[in-house]
C-alpha cells in the first residue's frame, strides 16, 4: 500500500502532507518490528550462553566457549551470522543426550535442517536481496533526504520489500521451530 501511495504521489496525486500521513503507520511498524527484533536478540543470547554453560557443564568439549554466544552475534555484518549460526549447530549437536557418560558421542550426531534453513533465510538471503538494492541506493535512493527521494525509494522498493518481508516472517517461523 505504501509503494503505490508513494506512486501516487510522484505522479502528484497526493499532496506532501496525505503522503506523510500514508506513510506513518509504516514508520509504526517498523518501530514494532525494530523493537521485536531488539528483544529477540537479547533473549536468543542469553538463550544460546545458557546452553553453552549446560554443554559445558556436562562435560562436552566444544569449540565455541560460552562468551560467543554473545559476542558472535556482534561481529562486522560480513561475518555477522557465520558464528551464531556455527554455534547453534555445535550446541545442538553436543545437546545430544543419547550417550551422557561419554564426552565425545555427540560430535557424531546429526545435524538440525533447521539450523541450516535459519541460516540461509536469515544469514544468505538478506544479503541477496541487499545486492539486488543496493545499486538503487547508489544511484539515489535516501541519499537527499527529500519527500521525493523516500517517495521514489518506496516505489522502487515495493516488491523488494515484500519480497524481503516474507524472507524474514519464514526466517522466524524457521526459528520458532528450532528453539521449540
Known sequence: GVAQDAE?????????????DAIGPLNAVQLIVGLATLATFIVSIVWMYRIATNVRAYQRRTTWSPLFAIFGWMLPPFVLYV????MLRELWKASDSSNPDDPESWQS????PLVWAWF????IAPVVLLIFSVGSFIDGGLSTGSLDSLAESLDDFGALAVVSTVVNLA??????????
Not at 8 to 18: M, P, T, V
Not at 120 to 123: F, H, R
Open 8 to 20: 501516487d504521489y510522484l505522479l502528484g496525486g497526493l499532496s506532501d502532507d496525505e503522503f506523510r
Open 83 to 86: 558464528i551464531p549460526f556455527l
Open 109 to 112: 550426531s546429526r545435524d538440525n
Open 120 to 123: 540461509v533465510l536469515y544469514g
Open 171 to 180: 526466517a522466524a517461523v524457521v526459528w520458532i521451530l528450532f528453539v521449540k
